[in-house]
């Protein structure tokens, strides 16, 4: 069968989004599922946020020492949530 505005055979969507799937799943090596876990130790975000405290401690600006100790917040949200995923 064929496109009536195409000059191209029509094909189903399912059937060529399997073959693209399976086509990119070949292509990746075994060797690659190995690699460990790339996020960091929830330890290397707990001491982000300490030092991200320590900067807010030496500002004079109270803006941006706000700013800094709402910002600490993030990589301490993600400590704990790496900490819960991790036991």
């Given at each position: 069968m064929t496109s009536?505005?195409?000059d191209i055979p029509l094909f189903p969507?399912?059937?060529a989004l399997k073959a693209g799937v399976k086509a990119l799943?070949?292509?990746?090596s075994p060797a690659m599922l190995d690699?460990?876990?790339?996020?960091?130790?929830?330890?290397?975000y707990r001491q982000l946020a300490h030092r991200l405290?320590?900067?807010a401690q030496e500002?004079?600006?109270?803006?941006?020492?706000?700013?800094?100790?709402r910002l600490?917040?993030?990589?301490e949200r993600?400590?704990?949530h790496l900490e819960r995923r991790a036991d």
């Open positions: 009536p505005y195409l969507l399912a059937d799943c070949d292509t990746v690699y460990p876990d790339p996020s960091p130790p929830s330890e290397d405290r320590e900067l500002t004079r600006r109270p803006y941006a020492r706000q700013e800094l100790i600490s917040g993030i990589p993600r400590a704990d």
